[in-house]
């Protein structure tokens, strides 16, 4: 049985969707409203008093008066515990309280709209129970950026059409018999794509960085990282042997001030001159929705004479006039970084990752990375699904179905952003991302933003500490081209009232206005 919001029940979303081109300068305004200090004040309280809690029901647990439902750890003496006693101390007096909030099992594609398979608790979110019913939803919680998460149309029916022909999957790494030609077609689009001479494909975007960064540098060579980079570049970068220096965010008086100390200093101990200097940056940095300055990072790369990885994992598909990702939207020369790598979960609605560059470097990396030696190469109808949508991003017509999803991706960012930011709430990051975070700070307007956009029939992603800095716990909405304006209106309508509800519009750059006034 499914349950349809009350807006579903009065009318159908039409098909009519908006390709008009919009036009990309590139900008680099990007805004970060100071926290409020009420807000700051509240958020700083809140976390006291579940921490004071939190102990209290720990003194009742271990006295056995409360009964204790969670796993605990009961080392011998003398053996390191697997789990820093905070973060456990957090997860089961913290996290516990909202858990309903996150890991929501879907029952359905996760385009436009989503089913949410709904679920109870009879014991404070420790455990839960299906009722066999699903939630119809306006999905605004996934990845789906040029809206390719369907399971019907010329797409689906040619990838299940290849398991005819190559299988479900290859069984072999791809230095053994796991390379097909479907493989091999796939890494000659993407190089076409993207413009660079050659590209690998792996099967495992996170994967993709842990395992290929070791294979570029190592011990004698420094990493230059952004402060906000994902878990998979600080995996990689830790396990390669480098040297890691964190530069702050964005700020590139920071990390030139990084690079010159670090070329005049020299290796430690030693003082030798860095083997390599690598800068690891992303293109679009989905918790906060910026975008690396990659006209300046490419400056310092030239003038310090480092080499540049940036991670498009974000970016690939959704950003840029021809959708090829942050070097497009720069309008950047894509030879002047060094190493390009992205994923094909995000716009092209698939798995794994890929890397490209000069042919040398891919062919060092065919040889040498771990990806490619233990892992299992790229599932075929994976690979399949990943070569259509590349042939119609590939597809010069603006008329053609690939530019199309591009401008529809791009107006409906610019439009959700803007009607959201008029309405009065604190909204960060770059005005072409279509990652839109807009804050909420406390751990309990996270919970209670996430269940009250359910009730009104919207699925959203609320995220806090330790995702993000203690006080700046926010929701992110994540715009697609699969999304129609009666859509987007329905959710910022909801966003509205559960905003007032939650005493959400707070910004002081615009003060709130009601959703009808912010049209213009």
């Known amino acids: 049985m499914t349950k349809d919001s009350s807006f579903q029940k009065k009318k159908s979303y039409s098909n009519v969707v908006n390709t008009t081109p919009v036009p990309e300068h590139p ?26 809690f939190g102990w209290f029901r720990d003194l009742l647990r271990n006295a056995r008066i409360e009964n204790r439902k969670g796993s605990s750890e009961n080392n011998p003496s003398g053996f390191v515990p ?50 066999s019913d699903k939630i119809k939803t306006i999905n605004l919680a996934s990845y789906n950026y040029l809206g390719f998460a369907n399971n019907n149309g010329p797409i689906v029916e040619n990838v299940i059409n290849s398991i005819k022909t190559n299988g479900l999957a290859t069984a072999s790494t791809t ?86 100390e670090s070329i005049v200093s ?51 598909g959704a950003m840029g006039s021809r959708g ?32 490209a560059g000069k042919k040398e470097l891919i062919d060092h990396i065919r040889i040498s990375s771990h990806s490619a030696v233990y892992a299992a190469s790229m599932s075929p109808p994976v690979a399949e699904q990943i070569i259509c949508v590349l042939n119609l991003l590939i597809d010069k017509d603006e008329e053609h ?29 770059h005005p072409h991302s279509p990652v839109v975070p807009a804050l909420l700070y406390s751990p309990s307007k996270i919970a209670a933003f996430n269940r009250e956009m359910l009730k009104r029939g919207v699925a959203v992603v609320t995220v806090g500490f330790p995702a993000t800095p203690l006080v ?19 959710v910022l309508k909801n966003a509205e009232e559960v905003g007032d509800l939650l005493n959400m519009r707070k910004s002081k750059l615009n003060p709130k206005r009601p959703f009808h006034e912010t049209e213009s």
Request: charged share 20%; proline share 2%; hydrophobic share 40%.
């Open 27 to 52: 900008s680099l305004d990007e805004v970060y409203e100071t926290t409020p200090f009420s807000e700051a004040f509240w958020t700083y309280l809140n976390y006291v008093i579940l921490n004071i």
């Open 82 to 131: 697997l789990y820093q006693s905070y973060e456990s101390f957090y997860t089961r007096n913290v996290y516990q309280r909202i858990a309903d909030c996150f890991n929501r099992p879907i029952g359905s594609v996760p385009g436009a709209t989503l089913d949410l398979l709904e679920r109870v608790t009879d014991d404070y979110n420790w455990s839960f129970r299906f009722t």
């Open 175 to 260: 230095q053994e018999f796991g390379t097909l030609t479907q493989h091999r077609k796939l890494e000659s689009l993407l190089a076409e794509f993207l413009g660079t001479e050659d590209a690998i494909a792996f099967g495992m975007g996170f994967a993709t960085n842990a395992l290929n960064i070791p294979t570029l540098v190592g011990k004698g060579c420094l990493i230059l990282s952004d402060e906000l980079n994902h878990a998979s570049l600080v995996l990689g970068a830790r396990l390669s042997g480098a040297v890691i220096k964190v530069y702050k965010h964005n700020d590139m008086n920071h990390l030139e001030r990084l690079l010159r």
């Open 266 to 316: 020299g290796q430690p101990r030693t003082h030798r001159p860095w083997r390599k200097i690598l800068i690891i940056v992303e293109g679009v940095y989905s918790m906060e929705g910026s975008l690396c300055k990659l006209p300046e990072l490419i400056e310092l790369k030239k003038k310090y004479r480092a080499f540049l990885y940036l991670d498009e994992a974000h970016s690939i």
């Open 324 to 355: 090829r990702g942050v070097v497009d939207y720069w309008k950047c020369n894509v030879n002047d970084v060094d190493i390009l790598m992205g994923t094909f979960t995000k716009s092209f609605a698939a798995a794994g990752g890929y890397i």
């Open 401 to 429: 179905e690939g530019h199309q999803r591009i401008n529809q991706l791009a107006w409906n960012t610019s439009y959700f952003r803007q009607r959201l930011t008029k309405m009065g709430f604190i909204v960060y990051g």
């Open 472 to 490: 700046l716990g926010r929701v992110r909405f994540c715009l697609s081209a699969s999304h129609t304006k009666e859509m987007l209106d329905e």
